[in-house]
């Protein structure tokens, strides 16, 4: 290991992009503590300490930038919800969409462009919405006497620093190592660790007058957690080989095909798209109802739809497994899997080719989304569980979404620093 990091650093390449990574997250760092101006900050800390889910949520991901309410309070969730949006937009819905990304590369900048300017007016309106309902939500105003005009300043402020993330981000994919949004999102919730860990001790030490946290529980939280990051290692990690073989063609005087493959199908192929989107949509009338939270059917939202109530968690858990099994089918397609084989000359050994070959990879691709949707489900809900049974307070759970972002970011950006060793016949990481 400790010759792998000492490689790293003698491929110029690779560490020019590795200091340009970690000099964009210092840049993060210090603008997550620069407020916006004239704002009460003492808003946001009572959010926090409320236990408000969806802004536990958000400020994890930002790396405590909400409660600071600094210029990244938003952090980067416009852009992914403007890509999100731009995806589903290109599945056929728009049909100028849809062949962009039929267009390669040129298609791909054209989505890219739109997903910017998407980025921008969501995050404007997210931004407005946000100071607004933040303001005296908590019994304390945000902005003393707060007009039109105040509010129309803070979003524009929030929507520039969620910009400027943007082109941190693209600039990391680009010129460092691993995807930049990723790597923005990454260290975020890394950043919230040393909170969550200093209000672990100050709950379990100063106010249950403690010496010493009990060491069995701690050893079992920490063997627990340790099998989580084992168990989420390898279900994304796992493949399932489809065995492939393309025919021997004549053109000319030459010959092609006639080669072995394999069509590598993940058991989580769909990543953690499918938590997000889960925990968007179960939050969003929680949201509304925050609005009016006087009024008894707001209540009753704001209440039983929460994350770790039992409706809403069960709600939560149907949402995760129909996103899984929708955003994988959308992405690999069996259908066009299935004429491009017959196309080239491939077939599956023992299945004809055409409509028997898209019925076998639908019920391959159908069993393996139903245990990586039963996966997402279970781990996005297990710390719930895990912190109730600890006792710890609830501002210090992370999330399943959180530790499936953080192993995922790090294993993706492990394999790109790999291909690099590799390539310049140097062991990685993972092959040895």
């Known amino acids: 290991m400790f010759k792998t990091l000492k490689n790293i650093w003698r491929v110029e390449d690779l560490r020019k992009r590795i200091l340009f990574t970690l000099f964009v997250l210092f840049v993060f760092r210090i603008g997550s503590f620069v407020p916006v101006p004239g704002v ?14 969806l802004f536990g949520l958000l400020n994890t991901f930002s790396g405590g930038a909400l409660q600071q309410f600094s210029i990244f309070a938003l952090s980067i969730f416009p852009y992914i919800t403007s890509s999100i949006i731009v995806q589903l937009m290109s599945m056929d819905v728009i049909p100028k969409f849809a062949e962009w990304a039929k267009q390669g590369e040129h298609g791909k900048k054209q989505l890219a462009q739109i997903t910017r300017y998407g980025t921008i007016l969501l995050g404007f ?6 100071s607004i309902g933040f303001n005296r939500l908590y019994g304390t105003e945000m902005i003393l006497n707060a007009t039109f005009v105040d509010y129309l300043v803070i ?6 620093g969620t910009a400027f993330l943007m082109w941190l981000g693209e600039q990391v994919t680009e010129h460092g190592i691993g995807n930049g949004i990723s790597i923005i999102i990454f260290a975020g919730i890394v950043a919230a660790i040393p909170t969550h860990i200093r209000t672990t001790i ?16 701690v050893v079992i939280l920490l063997l627990v957690l340790a099998l989580i990051v084992i168990g989420v290692v390898f279900i994304q990690q796992g493949i399932r080989k489809i065995p492939v073989q393309y025919a021997k063609r004549v053109v000319g005087n030459k010959m092609y095909g006639g080669q072995n493959t ?5 058991i989580n192929a769909a990543g953690v798209i499918p938590v997000i989107f889960a925990m968007s949509l179960l939050q969003f009338p929680v949201i509304l109802a925050s609005f009016w939270s006087t009024l008894p059917w707001a209540k009753w939202v704001t209440t ?7 409706l809403g968690m069960v709600l939560f858990v149907i949402m995760v497994i129909g996103f899984t099994f929708f955003y994988t089918f959308v992405q690999m397609n069996p259908n066009q899997m299935a004429d491009n084989m017959k196309k080239n000359g491939g077939y599956i050994p023992g299945i004809r080719p055409g409509k028997a070959t898209e019925k076998y990879l639908t019920r391959v691709m159908t069993r393996l989304t139903m245990t990586g949707s039963i996966f997402l489900a279970f781990i996005s809900v297990l710390p719930v569980f895990l912190g109730a049974l600890a ?5 210090v759970q992370i999330g399943g979404t959180s530790l499936l972002i953080v192993v ?8 790109q620093i790999e291909s690099q060793l590799i390539k310049r016949h140097y062991k990685g990481f993972i092959n040895k």
């Open 304 to 310: 039983y739809l929460a994350y770790d109530q039992p």
């Open 40 to 53: 009460n900050t003492d808003v946001f800390v009572q959010a926090n300490q409320a236990g408000n889910e």
């Open 408 to 415: 995922g970011v790090a294993l993706d950006t492990m394999k």
């Open 125 to 130: 309106i997210q931004a407005f919405a946000l």
């Open 155 to 160: 979003a524009i402020v929030l929507t520039a």
């Open 391 to 395: 006792n710890l307070p609830r501002t």
């Open 262 to 266: 394999h069509i590598p199908l993940k």
């Open 202 to 217: 100050e709950s379990e030490f100063i106010q249950d007058n403690q010496a010493f946290m009990n060491t069995l529980k």
